[in-house]
C-alpha cells in the first residue's frame, strides 16, 4: 500500500478491522489504478492540461464556468484552505449548500487540498448537524451565508470545529468571506498528492432512525464509480448537458450532477431549488440532454410535461428509491423517454444494480453494472435460487466502510455488501426490488412487500402519491395500510377506498390489499425525495 498523504489520520485511525472489509475486486482493466491519485486532477485539472479548459462545465442561476474557470475557483478556494484557515491533509472539511457552482467549486478545492468533504444536507439542523460534526471530528467548514443559522448553533456545541468561513451572499461581501479571500489567491494550486486509497469523502446516511452513519470513500473509489455505470450504462458524451435535483451531499448528486460529467468533459446545471416544475422549466431552459431525479418528481413531472420543450432531452435516470412500473409508464408516455432505473448506496458511493435503455423491463431494476458482482441471499446466508426474496448482496471496486461503528458487521458478512434492500432474481439474471428489509408486512401468515401495493394504487389514474405500511391488528398481526394522496379533482372518501381496494385486487394477489386507506395531502420525505416510511409508522 503506497504511503498515505495525510498528516491527520484519523479516517485512517478508524477504519473498520480488516476483517470487517468487503471484498473489493478490480476486474475491469479500466479499473487498474496506479498507488498515487488525486480525484480532482482525473476530473478537472486534466481537461485543462489536454487544452479542453474553454468547454462549458458548470452552470447556475447567473453563473456559466467553463473547465478553466471551475479549475481556477478551486485552486483559489484551495489556498484559502490551506494558507488562511490552516487546512492539512487529512482535515475533515464540511461542506454546507445548496446546488451551486462555488459548492463544486469548494468539493474539489476540499481534493486538492487533500482533506476529507463531509457534504451535509441543506435542511439539516443544529442537532443533525452536531452528530455529524462529532462523529467525523470536524474541524473546519466552508457553508453558504444563508444556511450559517443552523451551523453557528452546532459549532457551540463542537469544540473540534474551530474554523468556518461562509460565502455567498449575506455577511459574504465583507472581507473575510470566501469569495473575498479567493479573489486574492492566486489561480494555481498544486495538487497534494494522495494516496489513491486516502479517504476523501464521508458521506453521512440519512440518519432516519437512530444515529447517522459515516461511510467513508477513498480518490481511487470516485473514479472508479466513474468507470463502471456510467461508461456501461449512461453512456454520456462531451456534448451532453446535465441536470437535476438530488443535492451534491447525497452521493447520488455528487455522482450524476458532478462526477460523471466531468468524467466525460460534458457540462453540468447546478439547480438551488429543483421542484418538479422548476426542473421542467430549467431542462428547457438550459436545453439539458440527462436528468436525474426521484422517481416522485417523474411522476408530478409527467403531469404538465407537455407545457414544456423537453426536445433537448434524451436520457433520464432514476434512483434514490424503488420505480414503479406505473411510473416508468407514465413517464415515457410523457416525454417519450425509457428510464434507466438504478439502485445505488451511500456505503457503495453509486449505483450498482442497473440497465441500459434497451435493457429496461417494467419492475425490474436490472442487473449488476459491469465491475461488480450481486446475488440475493436467504436466511442462512446462502445464495437463494431465481424467484426466492431474500436480501440483496453485492461487492465490486467499492464497498461499505463505516467510520468507527459497530453496524459495520451488520453490513458486510462473507465480504459481501448486504444492503438492507429484499430482491429477486430471474432466470435471466435480472433483479426486481421486493422492499427494504424493515418494510416486509407478515398479514395472516403472508409476507406482503409495501413498495408491490404501492405499484399497484400508483397505476390507478386517481392515485398522485402513497405510501404503504403494515399496522398492528389483533387477527392478523398486521394489515395493510396505505396512505393516498389524490389527484385534484378526486374525492377522497369511502367510495373511493372501495374503488381503490377493487383495483389493487384486480392488479396483484387479493390478500395484498389494503384494508385500510387513509387521505391525506401529502406524505413525509426526506429531501432526497425517498418516502419517510417510519414517519408513516410513528402515527399508529
Not at 468487503?22 to 485543462?48: G, I, M, T, Y
Not at 480518490?219 to 437535476?244: E, K, T, Y
Not at 453509486?350 to 423491463?361: F, M, Y
Not at 389524490?486 to 367510495?495: I, Q, S
Amino acid at each position: 500500500m503506497s504511503p498515505s498523504a495525510h498528516v491527520d489520520t484519523f479516517t485512517h485511525d478508524n477504519l473498520p478491522p480488516q476483517q470487517q472489509w468487503p471484498e473489493l475486486s478490480f476486474d475491469l482493466p479500466e479499473l487498474q489504478f496506479p498507488e498515487r491519485l488525486n480525484c480532482a486532477h482525473e476530473l478537472l485539472d486534466k481537461w485543462v492540461e489536454k487544452g479542453e479548459g474553454d468547454r462549458d462545465c458548470v452552470r447556475g442561476s447567473a453563473t456559466r464556468w467553463t473547465y478553466s474557470d471551475l479549475l481556477s475557483h478551486a485552486n483559489r478556494i484551495a489556498r484559502v484552505l490551506v494558507e488562511d484557515m490552516g487546512v492539512v491533509p487529512g482535515n475533515r472539511v464540511l461542506l454546507r449548500g445548496a446546488n451551486t457552482p462555488t459548492m463544486a467549486a469548494c468539493w474539489f478545492a476540499i481534493m486538492k487540498a487533500g482533506a476529507v468533504a463531509v457534504a451535509t444536507m441543506p435542511l439539516l439542523r443544529s442537532k443533525e448537524l452536531t452528530q455529524v460534526i462529532r462523529k467525523a471530528r470536524v474541524s473546519h467548514a466552508l457553508c453558504d451565508a444563508r444556511l450559517s443559522e443552523e451551523l453557528l448553533l452546532a459549532q457551540s456545541q463542537c469544540p473540534t470545529l474551530r474554523h468556518v468561513v461562509h460565502y455567498q451572499g449575506g455577511d459574504d461581501a465583507a472581507a473575510d468571506g470566501l469569495e473575498a479571500r479567493a479573489a486574492g489567491k492566486s489561480p494555481s494550486f498544486a495538487n497534494v498528492d494522495t494516496a489513491a486509497q486516502d479517504c476523501c469523502i464521508i458521506a453521512f446516511t440519512s440518519g432516519t432512525t437512530g444515529e447517522p452513519k459515516g461511510t467513508m470513500h477513498v480518490h481511487r473509489d470516485v473514479i472508479a464509480i466513474c468507470r463502471c455505470w456510467p461508461v456501461h450504462c449512461l453512456r454520456a458524451n462531451a456534448s451532453d448537458v446535465f441536470i437535476g435535483s438530488p443535492p451534491l451531499a447525497f452521493t447520488f448528486g455528487l455522482g450524476g450532477l458532478l462526477l460523471f460529467p466531468l468524467s466525460v468533459g460534458a457540462s453540468t446545471v447546478l439547480l438551488e431549488k429543483a421542484s418538479p416544475e422548476a426542473l421542467l422549466h430549467a431542462i428547457a431552459h438550459y436545453r439539458a440532454t440527462i436528468c436525474f431525479t426521484a422517481p416522485t418528481a417523474y411522476r408530478a413531472m409527467a403531469l404538465s410535461a407537455d407545457k414544456h420543450d423537453l426536445s433537448s432531452l434524451r436520457k433520464c435516470v432514476s434512483a434514490g428509491e424503488a420505480l414503479p412500473a406505473a411510473t416508468r409508464e407514465l413517464w415515457k408516455q410523457a416525454s417519450g423517454i425509457e428510464m434507466i432505473d438504478g439502485l445505488g448506496a451511500t456505503e457503495m458511493l453509486h449505483i450498482v444494480i442497473s440497465h441500459d435503455e434497451a435493457g429496461a423491463r417494467p419492475g425490474a431494476t436490472g442487473r449488476p453494472v459491469p465491475g461488480y458482482q450481486a446475488c440475493v441471499l436467504d436466511e442462512d446466508g446462502q445464495v437463494a435460487p431465481p424467484g426466492r426474496v431474500g436480501r440483496l448482496a453485492v461487492k465490486g471496486p467499492t464497498g461499505c466502510r463505516y467510520l468507527d461503528d459497530v453496524r459495520q458487521a451488520d453490513y458486510v458478512v462473507n465480504g459481501w455488501n448486504v444492503t438492507g434492500d429484499l430482491y429477486t432474481v430471474d432466470a435471466d439474471g435480472y433483479f426486481r426490488y421486493q422492499a427494504r428489509t424493515d418494510d416486509m408486512i407478515i398479514s395472516g401468515g403472508y409476507n406482503i412487500a409495501g413498495p408491490e401495493v404501492e405499484a399497484a394504487l400508483l397505476a390507478h389514474a386517481a392515485v398522485a402519491e402513497c405510501g404503504v405500511i403494515g399496522v398492528p391488528d389483533g387477527d392478523r398481526g398486521q394489515i395493510v395500510k396505505a396512505f393516498v394522496v389524490l389527484r385534484p379533482g378526486e374525492v377522497a372518501g369511502d367510495d373511493m377506498a372501495t374503488v381503490l381496494q377493487d383495483h389493487v385486487k384486480a392488479t396483484i394477489a387479493p390478500y395484498k390489499y389494503p384494508r385500510a386507506i387513509e387521505f391525506c395531502a401529502s406524505l413525509p420525505r426526506t429531501e432526497t425525495g425517498k418516502l419517510q416510511r417510519f414517519r408513516l409508522k410513528q402515527g399508529q
